[in-house]
């Protein structure tokens, strides 16, 4: 896929490695979010996968930026959808304790 430049990795819960072929591509963005096994493993200087994607100038994992600059910030629109998410999330197991 040398053409790849751009790749979103959203909601795989079970996904634990990322993609070979990720080390070859001229990728310039890389967003991960909602993939907690998969970010253990790219972890920045001590996960199993960062070599995998260290090469990647912007890297973006659960909308903080690991790697890069802030002007390919994930559109405004999808990150208060998550944060609104993970609020209504907290709401639910405080409901549950109580």
Not at 47 to 64: A, C, M, V
Not at 69 to 78: A, D, G, H, L, V
Request: hydrophobic share 35%; proline share 8%; with cysteine.
């Amino acid at each position: 896929m040398p053409r790849l430049q751009n790749l979103e990795i959203l909601v795989c819960t079970k996904l634990k490695l990322v993609p070979n072929f990720l080390h070859t591509t001229p990728l310039q963005k890389l967003e991960i979010s909602t993939c907690p096994t998969l970010e253990k493993c790219i972890k920045r200087g001590t996960g199993e996968d960062w070599p995998k994607i260290s090469h990647i100038p912007n890297i973006i994992i659960d909308y903080k930026y690991v790697r890069g600059s802030q002007e390919f910030m994930p559109e405004p629109r999808i990150f208060r959808a998550m944060t609104r998410k993970k609020r209504m999330r907290k709401k639910r197991l405080r409901k549950k304790r109580i």
